[in-house]
């Protein structure tokens, strides 16, 4: 049994003091100082930092050095253990535009191992691509791009959690349909479409928006485009927040629009995060990172090289939102989205002791993981 004391402790709705966090592999009891730590617990001093649910993070490519299209065991080990550095405790491992040879080799390496490796836990696959519009590829290769159609997903329906669609490249009308009652939350993104069709697919059961602003159509007075339906609509959006993808001004906007309750910040980190500036890969393509940014040779940005810590940091500084709504960004709204609230999310007694402990300045301090130490 352990026992977290002298810590800040981040509930859904406020942030408590006087209190400790008892736990073994799930969470006994959040009790006031005033109840008597067990005798036999191994205490942990949070020395006035903040304590919360482990972060989770729905849609990393990868991270120092390693990326999930690598198709390997000790690639999403390598990824695993480097993102409890971050704060982060579960993750889906998300997949890129390639040939279906290699989508195929990762997502059949990502159903081998989830729950194998210590670290942050692989809940399942997000694939994003190759369902895109060309036109909004962004960093994926467009001689992979193809037609939406269920048969190809459907053999590993059972672990995608998550899976980006062009809806106006959809030929047939029912793959959305077919996605859903698969279990798997369809996401529009790198799109060309228009409100009506944006709507026409939010309709039919689309229900997340990969990367808000980011390789999708625009919001015109005229013309709303996919931005607009994600903003006029219940859909859960995701939030790129380097302050490169998604202007500080426009996170402000999405947090007074949307609300709390329907935003989730991720990382699209790619495997040059945690490793600084220099050359990298992404998809077999060349990327250079300088001074926090990642581009192609042609200046296309090339997903992020941010973590969840600075993520956080950096919304909960350009929106003022409070500390606990921000958190909820990386816990329970994941959590809630992926069908997981009843085991992680938050700290209530009888969910997964994944626990994060930080700074003021979202520096991690510890992390743990069904309990276990691992930063």
């Given at each position: 049994?352990k026992?977290?004391?002298?810590?800040?402790?981040i509930?859904?709705?406020?942030?408590?003091?006087?209190?400790h966090?008892?736990?073994?592999?799930?969470?006994?009891?959040?009790?006031?100082d005033?109840?008597?730590?067990?005798?036999?617990?191994t205490?942990?001093?949070?020395?006035?930092?903040?304590?919360?649910?482990?972060?989770?993070?729905?849609?990393?490519?990868?991270?120092?050095?390693?990326?999930?299209?690598?198709?390997?065991?000790?690639?999403?080990a390598t990824?695993?253990?480097?993102?409890?550095?971050?704060?982060?405790?579960?993750?889906l491992?998300?997949?890129?535009?390639?040939?279906?040879?290699?989508?195929?080799?990762?997502?059949?390496?990502?159903?081998?191992?989830?729950?194998?490796?210590p670290?942050?836990?692989?809940l399942?696959?997000?694939?994003?691509g190759?369902?895109?519009?060309?036109?909004?590829k962004?960093?994926?290769?467009?001689?992979?791009?193809?037609?939406?159609?269920?048969?190809?997903?459907?053999?590993?329906?059972?672990?995608i959690?998550?899976?980006?669609?062009?809806?106006?490249?959809?030929?047939?009308?029912?793959?959305?349909?077919?996605?859903?009652q698969?279990?798997?939350?369809?996401?529009?993104?790198?799109?060309?479409?228009?409100?009506?069709?944006?709507?026409?697919?939010?309709?039919?059961?689309?229900s997340?928006?990969?990367h808000?602003?980011?390789?999708?159509?625009?919001?015109?007075h005229?013309?709303?485009?996919?931005?607009g339906?994600?903003?006029?609509?219940?859909v859960?959006?995701?939030?790129?927040?380097?302050?490169?993808?998604?202007?500080?001004?426009?996170?402000r906007?999405?947090?007074k629009?949307?609300?709390?309750?329907?935003?989730?910040?991720?990382?699209?980190?790619?495997?040059?995060?945690?490793?600084g500036?220099?050359?990298?890969?992404?998809?077999?393509?060349?990327?250079?990172?300088?001074?926090?940014?990642?581009?192609?040779?042609?200046?296309?940005?090339?997903?992020?090289?941010?973590?969840?810590?600075?993520?956080?940091?950096?919304?909960?500084?350009?929106?003022?939102?409070?500390?606990?709504?921000?958190?909820?960004?990386?816990?329970?709204?994941?959590?809630?989205e992926?069908?997981?609230?009843?085991?992680l999310?938050?700290?209530?007694?009888?969910?997964?002791?994944?626990?994060?402990?930080?700074?003021?300045?979202?520096?991690?301090?510890?992390?743990?993981?069904?309990?276990?130490?691992?930063?």
């Amino acid at each position: 049994m352990k026992v977290i004391t002298n810590g800040k402790f981040i509930l859904p709705q406020q942030v408590v003091e006087k209190h400790h966090l008892i736990f073994t592999e799930v969470i006994s009891a959040l009790e006031p100082d005033s109840t008597p730590v067990p005798t036999d617990a191994t205490v942990i001093d949070a020395q006035g930092c903040y304590v919360a649910p482990g972060f989770i993070n729905i849609h990393i490519h990868g991270t120092s050095g390693s990326d999930a299209m690598d198709g390997t065991p000790e690639s999403l080990a390598t990824m695993a253990a480097a993102l409890t550095k971050t704060g982060v405790t579960s993750f889906l491992p998300t997949t890129m535009t390639a040939s279906w040879e290699n989508i195929n080799r990762a997502l059949a390496n990502i159903k081998s191992c989830q729950y194998k490796y210590p670290g942050a836990k692989l809940l399942g696959a997000n694939v994003e691509g190759p369902f895109i519009n060309p036109q909004y590829k962004g960093a994926q290769k467009e001689e992979y791009i193809d037609q939406a159609v269920f048969t190809k997903i459907a053999p590993y329906q059972d672990y995608i959690k998550l899976l980006t669609v062009a809806p106006e490249t959809i030929k047939n009308p029912g793959f959305i349909t077919e996605c859903v009652q698969a279990g798997i939350i369809v996401s529009l993104g790198h799109s060309a479409a228009t409100y009506e069709e944006a709507q026409s697919a939010i309709g039919a059961g689309a229900s997340h928006i990969t990367h808000l602003f980011n390789a999708m159509s625009g919001l015109h007075h005229r013309r709303p485009g996919l931005v607009g339906a994600a903003l006029d609509s219940t859909v859960t959006v995701e939030l790129i927040c380097d302050n490169i993808h998604v202007h500080p001004m426009l996170q402000r906007l999405v947090y007074k629009t949307k609300g709390p309750a329907k935003i989730i910040l991720i990382t699209d980190a790619m495997r040059a995060s945690q490793l600084g500036d220099g050359e990298s890969e992404l998809g077999g393509q060349k990327v250079f990172v300088n001074q926090g940014k990642a581009t192609l040779a042609d200046g296309t940005i090339a997903g992020s090289v941010l973590t969840m810590n600075t993520a956080l940091y950096n919304f909960l500084t350009n929106t003022h939102a409070t500390l606990p709504e921000v958190i909820g960004m990386v816990t329970l709204n994941p959590a809630r989205e992926l069908g997981l609230s009843a085991s992680l999310g938050s700290l209530e007694a009888g969910k997964c002791a994944d626990i994060t402990i930080f700074d003021e300045a979202f520096q991690i301090k510890r992390t743990f993981v069904n309990g276990i130490l691992c930063k």
